[in-house]
């Protein structure tokens, strides 16, 4: 399988730190988001985006990933496993456990087909797995918080072949769903559920956070806008005089709570954003809000 530059996809460089690889990836994938995006080829960049930053936000993939580009590899390159695999830690023991870290495939396959194609296929999963019955397959299911939120099919591909799993609504990271006789040899395949990279969501807990853009204007004179939620969109009421960073709460638009839990809150917070001037209009009226701000606004700050 060909390597694919990460870093190259994102925009960012191999040294960048986790919250620069965050905020390009959330710019990338609003750009490019299949729904909103009229730009050529929209739906295969966002995927690439989704695959790299799914690769790059996790600490030991991305270690993984570093490692193997280390080695030379570039774009366009045949990936192929050395024998003896990929580096050794303490005692001689490979470093990375590769096939335990990345095989099983997230939804849509992508980053972990990758590495499985390079170890390849047909083994089991459970090493460092005290609760995996001998010979039962391990695996990653990355889950769409929409799917989290509601119940649902995830989509994935697995050792060659795809699999429509159903997700129950409120499913938890780290939880394990079992497939009955659907791994190697007839035996299970136990899939750990992760949250898939969202452009438009954070999760903290129960609670979503949503990052809103708001206009000058619609910060300082107040305003009510369309928010998107996991449900579907809703109506927020921008207070007047809110400054960036400001949040607000939509109570129980969060994940649901199970077990008789409450569900969680979506917070917005607020992040003023200035419109370029396109036009002379524009840049007179930039003119005239200098003129009549400029004063208390060094003073305020």
Known sequence: ??????????????????????????????????????????????KAINEAYEALRDPAKRKAYDQLRARGYRPGDEVRAPPGGFGQGPGGRPEFDFEEVFGGGGAGGGFSDFFESMFGRGRGHTAGRANAPAGDTRAKLSVPLQAVHGGGSVRISVH????????????????????ARQGNAGRDLLLEVDYAADPRFEVDGL??????????????????????????????????DSESGRKLRLRGRGLPG??????????????ILAPKAKTEAQRKAYMGMQDAFADDWRRDG
């Open 258 to 271: 199970t077990g008789g839990a409450m569900a969680g809150d979506q917070i917005v917070e607020l992040e």
């Open 1 to 46: 399988m060909e390597f694919k530059d990460y870093y190259d996809t994102l925009g960012v460089e191999p040294g960048a730190g986790e919250a620069e690889i965050k905020t390009a990836y959330r710019r990338l994938a609003r750009k490019y988001h299949p729904d909103v995006s009229k730009e050529k080829g929209a739906e295969e960049r966002f």
């Open 160 to 179: 060659g072949r795809t699999l429509e799993v159903k997700v129950p609504k409120g499913v938890k990271p780290g939880q394990v769903i079992r497939l």
């Open 207 to 240: 609670n979503i956070i949503y990052s809103l853009p708001v206009a000058p204007w619609e910060a300082a004179l107040g305003a009510t806008v369309s928010v998107p939620t996991l449900g579907g969109a809703v109506e927020l009421k921008i207070p007047a």
